[in-house]
């Protein structure tokens, strides 16, 4: 089974600041998403990134696959409190039929 | 459209006591997903289903059963409730075409409470 590793497990920013959060696995992957979740909510897609060295963007949001297709990234610029949730990435194995989620991010954006 | 429905909420069980998790999409979506989320854990599969009548296991199966009479419901069963199944359940839904990264669904989420 694939793991995902995702760090930090913790941030905690003021309002305005930038911030960058990771997601790794030893394995590459055929796809990977990220999603953000919400207290007593279920988790809502952000984005999919499918090419090695593909960068999207979300408004203020900054998607980046690694090369290899075993790594991402998520930055985020000028934070803001609405940007507070758990961040989760789920890759979709090169073999095999389901995704597999990472711990998350646990995001606090303070005004 | 509602999109997924999970049912109930919130529910407390003693040790030993079963009940059924009801999950609801109005999608028409091939593909259904229970996954449990533990505090500070990421997701763990506990069954999937990838049309009416075809159940599998995901990789937390134990002590929960699954059924997929029609391609809107998918309820989780647990029979017999220990503290271990303390956790969030989710059920989630895609449409199953094959394309790479295809948008999964969440429901809200049901809070289990094991005593």
């Known amino acids: 089974t694939q793991l995902l590793e995702q760090s930090p497990q913790f941030l905690s920013i003021q309002e305005g600041e930038n911030l960058t959060v990771y997601c790794n696995s030893s394995s590459v992957f055929s796809s990977l998403q990220w999603y953000r979740q919400e207290p007593g909510e279920g988790p809502v897609l952000l984005v999919t990134v499918v090419t090695g060295g593909e960068v999207k963007k979300l408004k203020r949001l900054t998607f980046q696959f690694g090369d290899a297709r075993k790594d991402s990234s998520l930055h985020i610029t000028a934070a803001q409190p609405g940007d507070t949730g758990l961040y989760l990435c789920?890759?979709?194995?090169?073999?095999?039929?389901?995704?597999?989620f990472g711990p998350g991010t646990r995001l606090s954006v303070l005004p | 459209n509602a999109g997924v429905t999970q049912t109930p909420k919130f529910r407390i069980l003693k040790i030993g006591q079963s009940m059924t998790l009801q999950c609801t999409q109005d999608m028409n979506h091939n593909y259904m997903y229970w996954y449990r989320q533990d505090p500070g854990m990421g997701l763990k599969l506990i069954y999937y289903?990838?049309?009416?009548?075809?159940?599998d296991k995901g990789e937390v199966p134990n002590g929960y059963n699954v059924s997929r009479s029609t391609t809107e419901d998918f309820p989780l069963r647990l029979e017999l409730a220990a503290p271990s199944q303390t956790s969030v359940y989710f059920c989630?839904?895609?449409?199953?075409?094959?394309?790479?990264?295809?948008?999964?669904?969440f429901g809200p989420g049901t809070r289990l409470l094991v005593l």
């Open positions: 289903s990838v049309g009416a009548g075809i159940t």
């Open positions: 789920a890759s979709e194995p090169l073999y095999g039929q389901n995704f597999v």
């Open positions: 989630a839904s895609n449409q199953g075409r094959g394309d790479l990264g295809e948008t999964q669904y």
